[in-house]
């Protein structure tokens, strides 16, 4: 069977896509919307599809099985739930958005609907990322050490809070999330953020700078996750979980671990294209039937924002708030 595709976003994330899903066998993108009719046309011309009008003209289950919505999170309205009203099956970029309660509504809307669908937390795909997990697996961590420091997003959105929720819950998400895809759910979270720079290099933006986030597992296990998005000389990603007798170190953002306890001292890189495996993932999930080869579904992704939420409102309320 071929997977006709429609997409909604013809922007970085949008390109990442095509170029995956040019590879996937089964997939065919079919039509392309976005607001810049001139990178629609573009994108559209990289795989023979044509512009579609509109998002709502876009979503026509007589022309296509399954929808990537590539838009940023402020600019979703309620695509996921019109698409799951339709029968479409949902591909949603990370994260699912901005606030909990418009989320909730949406994945009941999708549970509902019965659609297949995914949240991109692209990351899990990695087969270095999975090997931890299977290693994790019955371990007792005690600390989890994350960081994440680098440059912002250039878009005009993506520097202010309530369009894009900041590094911590746009480009951090990802470690929040295989946080708690690798060591369990959260707990409760106590956060501090800063704008010692930003406030004066560009006031104009909302977002921090720089957040220092501490959080307990449902586990028991505590950590933390520092984070910058305005650091010319250092970037990169870590996180750490350390047992008594055992230490992962994932870096690169999923690409390279290291394990190391008693009998063994190894560091692997992955070759792979996670964003390949998972849009496959998601074809063949649509084209069987079977949601055994998606990793992160839209319920899933609902307590990574949920995190992201909490450590805002605790850094605002100066306290510790439950997850
Ligand atoms: N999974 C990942 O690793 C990853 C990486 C990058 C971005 N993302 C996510 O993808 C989303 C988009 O990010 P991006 O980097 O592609 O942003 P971008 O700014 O490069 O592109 C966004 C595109 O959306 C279009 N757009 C905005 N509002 C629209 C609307 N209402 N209707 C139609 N089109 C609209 C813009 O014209 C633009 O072309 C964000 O949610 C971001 O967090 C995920």
């Not at 069977?1 to 990442?16: C, E, L, N, P």
């Not at 953002?253 to 692997?268: A, E, F, L, M």
Request: proline share 3%; aromatic share 8%; glycine share 8%.
């Amino acid at each position: 069977m071929t997977v006709k595709i429609g997409m909604i976003g013809a922007g970085g994330i949008a390109r990442s896509h095509i170029n995956a899903l040019k590879k996937v066998e089964q997939a065919k993108i079919v039509s392309i919307f976005d607001l810049n009719t001139a990178g629609a046309q573009e994108a559209a011309a990289l795989v023979g599809a044509r512009v579609a009008e509109s998002a709502d003209a876009l979503l026509n289950p007589q022309e296509i099985d399954a929808v990537f919505i590539c838009v940023p999170q402020f600019a979703r309205g309620e695509l996921e739930e019109i698409a799951a009203k339709r029968g479409i099956h949902i591909f949603v970029e990370k994260p699912l958005g901005l606030e909990l309660a418009p989320v909730r509504q949406k994945e009941q809307t999708i549970r509902e609907s019965g659609v297949i669908n995914a949240a991109g937390y692209v990351l899990r795909y990695f087969d270095t990322v999975q090997k931890v997990k299977q290693y994790l697996e019955g371990k007792t961590i005690h600390l989890i050490q994350a960081f994440r420091i680098g440059g912002s997003h250039p878009a005009p959105w993506w520097s202010q809070l309530h369009m894009s929720g900041g590094n911590l819950g746009d480009a951090v998400t990802h470690q929040i999330d295989m946080i708690r895809y690798l060591a369990g759910e959260y707990k409760d979270v106590t956060a501090q953020f800063g704008r010692n720079s930003l406030q004066t290099l560009k006031p104009e933006t909302t977002i921090p700078d720089a957040g220092a986030v501490s959080f307990s597992l449902q586990s028991g296990a505590v950590g933390t996750i520092t984070e910058s998005c305005l650091s010319t000389h250092f970037s990169g990603s870590e996180i750490k979980f350390i047992g008594a007798d055992f230490m992962v170190n994932i870096t690169g953002n999923g690409r390279t671990v290291s394990i190391i306890d008693n009998t063994q001292n190894i560091t692997i890189t992955s070759r792979q294209d996670p964003s390949y495996v998972q849009d496959k993932a998601f074809v063949e999930a649509v084209a069987s039937g079977s949601r055994e080869s998606i990793l992160c579904s839209y319920a899933d992704g609902i307590n990574t924002l949920a995190f992201t939420i909490a450590a805002y409102q605790a850094a605002e309320k100066r306290s510790t708030i439950s997850l």
